[in-house]
């Protein structure tokens, strides 16, 4: 049962424009999202993350839009650059003492073009 | 601060033996969680460890085990290997205050 779904499993885009990466989970109860950018052989590197009381997290280029009632997230990096090229992992918690488990999507390679 | 370390980065042993890796956390983090990458399965949890007790484990079988040390530093090892135990392992650290957990490198283990 794949709780967190990446549908998309490559994108490709133009250097200078938006990349928007989609995530949908299924569990309700998920309070807590984060987004990790990973290269082959290493391991995933936080990038950022939107708590389910907030609709919305800026961090410089990146920008994370969350929508409770489709249960849906995407990630909004603009300019892209050929450095975000790399696999983009969306995972999801459910915070709370006692809880550290990320459940990860299958991931989104993005392929910056320059 | 230190980031996350995990020893070591490569490791290949064959069918039956058994193996043990290592986690060092981000100083002042006590929250110390395991993870499987595989091409097939994604990342998959292994389980959690909290002040040296598993607080959350993970669907797998019980030849996989860890422990943690009170010094946070936490070891993960696996018994009778099997080769679809090939895979990036990755250690993962949090603290109450921050929710994030932060990834190390991973130890690439290739079971022959």
Redesign the interface.
């Known amino acids: 049962d794949q709780q967190v779904k990446q549908n998309s499993p490559s994108l490709s885009v133009q250097e200078g424009r938006i990349s928007i990466l989609n995530c949908d989970y299924t569990n309700s109860m998920f309070d807590y999202f984060l987004w990790y950018k990973k290269y082959p052989a290493e391991g995933p590197t936080f990038l950022i993350s939107i708590s389910s009381i907030k609709d919305k997290n800026e961090d410089g280029r990146f920008t994370v839009f969350l929508n409770k009632s489709a249960k849906h997230l995407s990630l909004h990096i603009v300019p892209s650059q050929p450095g975000d090229s790399a696999v983009y992992f969306c995972a999801a918690n459910l915070r709370g003492f006692g809880n550290e488990k990320l459940t990860f999507g299958t991931g989104t390679r993005l392929t910056i073009i320059p | 601060k230190a980031g996350?370390t995990?020893t070591p980065r490569y490791l290949i042993k064959t069918r039956g033996q058994q193996v043990t890796l290592s986690c060092s956390p981000i100083s002042g983090h006590r929250?110390v969680?395991w993870?499987q990458q595989t091409p097939g399965q994604?990342?998959?949890?292994l389980f959690?460890y909290?002040s040296e007790t598993q607080?959350?484990k993970?669907n797998f079988p019980g030849r996989f085990s860890g422990r943690q040390f009170s010094n946070s530093r936490s070891e993960m090892n696996v018994s009778t290997l099997e080769l679809g135990d090939s895979a990036?392992y990755?250690c993962?650290s949090?603290s109450?205050i921050t929710?994030?957990?932060?990834?190390?490198?991973?130890t690439?283990l290739l079971v022959l």
């Open positions: 996350v995990q929250s969680s993870y994604g990342l998959q949890f959690e909290f607080r959350n993970g990036l990755l993962a949090s109450l929710e994030t957990q932060y990834f190390g490198p991973g690439r």
